[in-house]
Nanobody, 125 residues
Framework: EVQLVESGGGLVQPGGSLRLSCAGS????????MSWVRQAPGKGLEWVSY????????YYADSVKGRFTISTDHTKNTLYLQMNSLKSEDTAMYYC??????????????????WGEGTLVTVSS
C-alpha cells in the first residue's frame, strides 16, 4: 500500500526558509515521478513542483521558480521541498503526490493517484 506522510511545515516570517519532507512507503522513489501541490486558504489546488524518477528533470511553477527546490533521497525514500525567500502568498497546505501511469484508448497518461494528508505552511510576521 502506497503511503505518503508530509512534515516540516510551520510558521515562518517573510523572507525565511523551510524544508518540507515527504516520507514514502509501499513503492520505490527512484522509479516514481513525484510532485508538490499546495492549497491556499479559500483557494483551489496549485501545482508547485515536479521531479521525474529522482533525476535532474525538475519543474516548477512560475510563482516559486528560483525560490523552491525539489529533491529526493533514495536511501530514505523521502521527497523534499526546500523553500527559500518565503512570501505571505506561499501560505498554504502543502501536499506530496505520486504520479502513476494509466492506459486509455491505447494512450498512456499520468495522474496524481496518491496524496499525503498535507503539512501547513504559514508565512507571516
Amino acid at each position: 500500500e502506497v503511503q505518503l506522510v508530509e512534515s516540516g511545515g510551520g510558521l515562518v516570517q517573510p523572507g525565511g526558509s523551510l524544508r518540507l519532507s515527504c516520507a514514502g512507503s509501499g513503492f520505490t522513489f527512484s522509479g516514481s515521478a513525484m510532485s508538490w501541490v499546495r492549497q491556499a486558504p479559500g483557494k483551489g489546488l496549485e501545482w508547485v513542483s515536479y521531479i521525474y524518477k529522482s533525476s535532474s528533470a525538475t519543474y516548477y511553477a512560475d510563482s516559486v521558480k528560483g525560490r523552491f527546490t525539489i529533491s529526493t533521497d533514495h536511501t530514505k525514500n523521502t521527497l523534499y521541498l526546500q523553500m527559500n525567500s518565503l512570501k505571505s502568498e506561499d501560505t498554504a497546505m502543502y501536499y506530496c503526490t505520486k504520479w502513476d501511469p494509466h492506459v486509455a484508448s491505447g494512450e498512456v497518461y499520468y495522474a496524481m493517484d496518491y496524496w499525503g494528508e498535507g503539512t501547513l505552511v504559514t508565512v507571516s510576521s
